[in-house]
C-alpha cells in the first residue's frame, strides 16, 4: 500500500509566488469590472460617515514616491474605517493651476505665450492639466488606490471655481479681502508675488558689507564727525535706503579707531573690533538708543537723508546694531517706515531689474547690482568691509531662483482680524503627531496677512472691477453674478467678455458715471485655489461632509493646504474644515539622503510595481515610521518582499490545509476544543484587537508587526509546525483535525480582513481560495469582531509558560543535533526533569510529544534529580537521545508499535488503525 496517498497533505490552487506585476492589474480590472466602490458604498449606506478628505496634488508629471507613500496611506485608513463600521467615501482630487503648468508649455510643448491671448493660452493650460490628471490618476490606480475616480475633483472645473469664488466673496463681505501697497516675496523668475507657503530656504553665497553712514544732524545727542555703520547681504537694497533702525533699548557706543568715529551697539563691540580689524579702538560715548531718535544720516552715494528710526525688530544676534532700513524690500522696514512717514521706495521692476529710481543702476538686475554698488560704496570712502558668506535664503520653491522683498500693489486676506478665531480652533484639532499643533499655532500667532494675488494668466481671477475713479469693486451682488457665470460658462469667460458683460444686467456705480469698468488681471494664490475645497468639495459633494475627519499631507503642508483650508475655513464657517490633522515625513534614500536626479538616487513607484508590484510599496509604507522621514532603497524593498514572501506562505499553508473543509459543516465549537487550540483563538483574538486599535491610532507599522509576527512566530514557527501531524496523519473527520481546520480557517479568516486595508491585492486573491466565502471581495466584509472568550486569561498563563519549555525543549533538542544524537527532531525520545512547578503544568497536558514535535517523551523526575549530562534550563533540564524503535513509514514518527499490525508491517500502531478504519 502506498501510505503516502492516505496522508492529507496541503493542496490548494493558491499559487506559492505572488507574481504581483502580472496579476495586480489583472485583480484591479476585476475591481472596476464589479464595481467594488460603489458596492462599498451602497453596503455602507446609513452608517456613520468617516471622511478623509483629499489633499490635491499637483498635476504635472508622473507620481514620486512621496506621491505613492501619500496616497497609499489614506488608501489604508479609508479601506480599514470601511471595514469597521463606517461609510468612507474617498474623492481623490487634482491642483491644476499655477506657474508650473504655464512653465512646462513652454517648455513640453513649446508653447510661446505671446502668440496666443490670454483665454487661448488658458484653455491650453486646461487641456495640460486634464492630460496631467489623467496619467496621474492611472498610476494612483495602480498603487491599488480605492476611490471615486470617475468622479474626482478638480480645482478647474466649473463647479469647483465657483464655490471658490463664494468663499472669496464670503470673506470679502466680512471686510477680510482687500488691496494694499506692502513688501511681498517676489519671485523675478516667476514674475509674481507668493506666498510664505510658496518659498523653501537654500543655501545662497552672498556679499556680506559694514558700511558707514555719516551723521548729518546729531540732535546734539552724536557729532556729525560720526558715522553709523550697518551691515548686510542684500548690497543691491542701498540705493532704496531710507533710514536706519535702532533698538529702543540697547546701549549704543561712539567708538574711535585709527581717526574716525563710528556707532555701533555696545554688544557687538567686540565681534566688530575682530571682524573689522579695528586697532586699539576707544569708547567715547555712550548713549542710548532712545535718545538717538530721529538723528539724521547721509546716504552714502545718494543727496538723501537716512532717517534714524526706534524699532524692537533690531536684535544683536548679528550685524552693528543699527539696520539699514529700506521700506520697499522688507516687511520690518515696511513698518517702521510707515510709522516715521518715510515713503516707499521700490527701484526694482517686477522682472528683477533696477529703475531709473536707483540713478547709476539703471536696467542692471539687482543680483548683478551687488558688485556695482560695492564699487560705488569704495569710491564714496564708505564700504568699511565686503566678504562673502554662505547662508540660507528664501527661494522660487517652483524655479529654485532666490526671491526678494518688493512692494507692490497686491490684494490680502486680513489673517489678523480672525488670527485668535484660528488659533482657538487649532487647539480643538487632534494632531498625529502631536507637536503638528504647535507648528500650526506658530505660524499663525504672528501672521497679518495672506496676500493671495499672482501676477499669472493660468488661475482662478480674482472677481474685482475698478470703477472709472480707480476704485475697486467688489459687492456681495457682483461676486455673486461671476460665481453664477463660472458656474455655468467657466472662468475663461472673464478673459473673453467685456467687463460691463461681466457685471450683473444694469449695475451701475457713483465712481463710473460713464459706465466704464475694468477687469482685475490678476489671478488667486493657488492655495487659496486649494484651501477653498472645504468648500467645493466638502460642503457640494452629497456624500462628504464639512468638518472631514482627516487630513493627511506631507510636513511641508503646515505651510500650505493644513494652512490656507484653516484660514478660509475659519473666514467663512468660524470652524476649522478638519478634526484631525496626520503628517507623514519625507521619503529618503537608504542612506538617509534627499532624493535627487543628480544623484542618481531616486525611487520610481511605477518602476518598483513593475518589477516588484504595488503591494510589496503598500507593504513598507505600512512598515515604515511615516510621521517621521522614511528610508527607501532596493534593499529595503528586497526586505519588505522576504516578509510578504513569509506571509503569503503562512496563508498558503492555512488554504492547504482547509483543502476539504466545509466551516458550515465541519467547524467545531470553542467548547468542544482542546485548551491548545483555544490558546489559538484566543492569541487570534488578540492579534485582532491589538490591529484594530493600531489602525484606530493610525499606527501601521504596528499593524504590520503584529500580522508579521504573529505569522511566523505564533503560526508557522509554533501551531502550524505541530499541527501537521494531526492535519496530516488523523483521518479526515477526527475531532482534533477539524478543530485545527476551524482555528486554521478563523485565522486566514481574521488574517486576510486585517491586512486587507494593507495588502489590498493580495487580501482579494486569498479571498477566492477561502472555502464558504460567499462575499465577491474581502472589500465587502468587516474586520473581526474581538471575542470575549471564557477562561482566555488562564489559557494565556498556561499555554505561553508551555511555550517557554517549548523553547527550552528546542534548544536542547538543537544541542543533541549539533552533537549529531539525533537527527531530525522526530526522530528523539526526550527526558524531562522540570521544577516542581513546571511538573504540575506538563502533567496536564495531554500528547506532550506531539506538542514537541519529537518522538517519546518521559517526564523522569524532578529538576534536582536531573542527570549530569542534562542540559538545565530555567524550567526544565532535558536529556535528548535517540527513540527506540522503527520509523512508521506513513507518520515518521520512531516507536516500538512499528509492524504490530501484521496488515501494515512498515506503520506505527496508530496509522494502522487510521488506515484500516478509512482507507482499507
Known amino acids: 500500500m502506498n501510505y503516502k496517498e492516505t496522508l492529507l497533505m496541503p493542496k490548494t490552487d493558491f499559487p506559492m509566488r505572488g507574481g504581483l506585476p502580472n496579476k495586480e492589474p489583472k485583480i484591479q480590472e476585476n475591481w472596476y469590472e464589479k464595481n467594488i466602490y460603489e458596492k462599498v458604498q451602497e453596503k455602507a449606506k446609513g452608517l456613520p460617515k468617516f471622511i478623509l478628505h483629499d489633499g490635491p496634488p499637483y498635476a504635472n508629471g508622473d507620481i514620486h514616491i512621496g506621491h505613492a507613500e501619500n496616497k497609499i496611506l489614506k488608501d489604508i485608513i479609508v479601506r480599514y474605517k470601511s471595514m469597521n463600521g463606517f461609510d468612507a467615501p474617498y474623492v481623490p482630487g487634482w491642483d491644476t493651476h499655477g506657474l508650473p503648468i504655464e512653465t512646462a508649455l513652454a517648455k513640453v510643448k513649446k508653447v510661446n505665450r505671446k502668440e496666443h491671448t490670454v483665454a487661448e493660452f488658458r484653455r491650453m493650460c486646461a ?5 496631467q490628471v489623467e496619467r496621474q490618476k492611472e498610476q494612483f490606480k495602480r498603487l491599488g488606490v480605492r476611490g471615486d475616480w470617475e468622479n474626482p475633483y478638480i480645482t478647474l472645473t466649473k463647479e469647483y471655481e465657483a464655490e471658490q469664488i463664494k468663499v472669496f466673496g464670503e470673506m470679502a463681505n466680512k471686510g477680510l479681502i482687500y488691496k494694499g501697497k506692502k513688501p511681498v516675496y517676489w519671485s523675478p523668475s516667476s514674475e509674481s508675488a507668493f506666498a510664505e507657503a510658496e518659498i523653501e530656504y537654500q543655501d545662497k553665497r552672498s ?6 553712514f555719516p551723521v548729518k544732524d546729531g540732535k546734539g545727542v552724536i557729532d556729525e564727525d560720526v558715522s553709523i555703520v550697518i551691515w548686510t547681504t542684500t548690497p543691491w537694497t542701498i540705493p532704496a535706503n531710507l533710514g536706519i533702525s535702532v533698538h529702543p533699548d540697547y546701549t549704543y557706543v561712539v567708538v574711535e579707531t585709527s581717526g574716525n568715529k563710528h556707532l555701533v551697539a555696545e554688544d557687538l563691540l567686540e565681534e566688530l573690533t575682530s571682524v573689522l580689524e579695528w586697532e586699539e579702538p ?33 536684535t544683536t544676534d548679528s550685524g552693528t546694531g543699527c539696520v539699514h532700513t529700506a521700506p520697499g524690500h522688507g516687511e520690518d522696514d515696511f513698518r517702521v517706515g510707515k510709522r516715521y512717514d518715510l515713503g516707499i521706495l521700490c527701484p526694482v521692476d517686477e522682472r528683477g531689474h533696477m529703475t531709473d529710481e536707483a540713478p547709476g543702476f539703471e536696467g542692471m538686475f539687482y543680483d548683478k547690482a551687488n558688485k556695482t554698488v560695492t564699487e560705488k560704496l569704495t569710491e564714496a570712502g564708505a564700504l568699511l568691509k565686503l566678504e562673502f558668506i554662505t547662508h540660507s535664503y528664501p527661494h522660487d520653491w517652483r524655479t529654485k531662483k532666490p526671491i526678494i522683498f518688493r512692494v507692490t500693489d497686491q490684494w490680502f486676506a486680513s489673517i489678523k482680524q480672525i488670527r485668535e478665531q484660528i488659533l482657538n480652533e487649532v487647539k480643538e484639532v487632534k494632531w498625529y503627531p502631536s507637536w503638528g499643533e504647535t507648528r500650526l499655532h506658530n505660524m499663525v500667532k504672528d501672521r497679518e496677512d495672506w496676500c493671495i494675488s499672482r501676477q499669472r494668466a493660468w488661475g482662478v481671477p480674482i472677481p474685482v472691477f475698478y470703477a472709472e475713479n480707480g476704485e475697486p469693486i467688489l459687492t456681495e451682488e457682483t461676486i455673486q453674478h461671476v460665481s453664477d457665470l463660472f458656474r455655468e460658462h467657466g472662468s475663461n469667460i472673464w478673459y473673453e467678455w467685456d467687463a460691463k458683460d461681466l457685471l450683473p444686467e444694469g449695475f451701475t456705480s457713483e465712481q463710473s458715471p460713464n459706465g466704464e469698468f475694468v477687469k482685475e488681471t490678476d489671478i488667486m494664490d493657488v492655495w487659496f485655489d486649494s484651501g477653498s475645497s472645504h468648500q467645493s468639495v466638502l460642503e457640494e459633494r452629497s456624500e462628504l461632509v464639512r468638518p472631514a475627519d482627516v487630513y493627511l499631507e506631507g510636513t511641508d503642508q503646515y505651510r500650505g493646504w493644513f494652512n490656507s483650508s484653516l484660514s478660509t475655513s475659519v473666514a467663512v464657517t468660524g470652524k476649522a474644515p478638519y478634526k484631525t490633522i496626520i503628517t507623514h515625513g519625507f521619503a529618503l534614500d537608504g542612506e538617509g539622503r534627499k532624493m535627487s536626479k543628480s544623484i542618481g538616487n531616486v525611487m520610481d513607484p511605477i518602476k518598483v510595481m513593475k518589477q516588484l508590484g504595488a503591494d510589496i510599496i503598500r507593504l513598507w509604507v505600512s512598515s515604515v515610521d511615516y510621521q517621521a522621514d522614511v528610508r527607501v532603497s532596493d ?6 518582499s522576504e516578509v510578504y514572501r513569509k506571509v503569503r506562505n503562512t496563508l498558503r499553508f492555512m488554504l492547504g490545509n482547509l483543502n476539504g473543509f466545509d466551516p458550515a459543516k465541519h467547524r467545531v465549537d470553542y467548547e468542544d476544543m482542546n485548551e491548545l487550540d483555544q490558546y489559538m483563538l484566543v492569541k487570534v483574538n488578540q492579534l485582532v484587537q491589538r490591529a484594530k486599535d493600531a489602525y484606530d491610532d493610525y499606527q501601521f507599522s504596528t499593524v504590520y508587526n503584529a500580522i508579521h509576527n504573529f505569522c511566523t512566530i505564533e503560526l508557522s514557527s509554533f501551531y502550524l ?7 496530516y496523519i488523523e483521518a479526515e473527520d477526527d475531532l482534533k483535525r477539524r478543530s485545527m481546520q476551524t482555528v486554521l480557517y478563523d485565522s486566514v479568516v481574521a488574517l486576510t480582513q486585517l491586512v486587507a486595508p494593507i495588502l489590498a491585492h493580495t487580501a482579494d486573491e486569498v479571498w477566492e481560495y477561502i472555502p464558504g466565502m460567499k462575499e465577491e471581495s474581502v472589500q465587502l466584509t468587516s474586520m473581526p469582531e474581538v471575542t470575549d472568550y471564557p477562561n482566555a486569561s488562564n489559557l494565556l498563563e498556561k499555554w505561553d509558560e508551555m511555550l517557554d519549555v517549548r523553547d527550552e525543549v528546542l534548544k536542547a533538542l538543537e544541542n543533541a543535533r549539533n552533537e549529531k544524537v539525533i537527527g531530525k527532531s522526530l526522530a528523539a525520545s526526550i527526558e524531562l526533569y522540570p521544577t516542581e512547578k513546571t511538573k504540575e503544568l506538563l502533567e496536564t497536558v495531554n500528547d506532550l510529544d506531539k506538542f514537541f514535535i ?14 549530569e549530562e542534562s542540559v538545565r534550563f530555567e524550567h526544565v533540564a532535558i536529556v535528548a537521545k535517540a527513540a527506540e524503535g522503527e520509523t512508521c513509514d506513513r507518520c515518521w514518527t520512531v516507536t516500538p508499535t512499528v509492524g504490530a499490525d501484521t496488515n501494515h508491517p512498515t506503520v506505527c500502531e496508530r496509522c494502522a488503525t487510521i488506515v484500516t478504519n478509512h482507507y482499507a
Open 127 to 131: 487641456e495640460y492639466a486634464l492630460e
Open 207 to 212: 556679499a556680506s558689507i559694514y558700511v558707514s
Open 282 to 314: 576707544k569708547v567715547v560715548k555712550k548713549v542710548k538708543g532712545s535718545d538717538l531718535d530721529r538723528v539724521v544720516a547721509s546716504h552714502p552715494f545718494y543727496e538723501r537723508d537716512s532717517l534714524v528710526m526706534l524699532s524692537d525688530h533690531v
Open 635 to 640: 534593499d529595503i524593498l528586497k526586505q519588505v
Open 721 to 727: 509546525d505541530l499541527a501537521k501531524d494531526t492535519l
Open 854 to 867: 519529537v518522538s517519546e517523551v518521559k517526564i523522569s523526575g524532578t529538576m534536582e534529580e536531573a542527570p
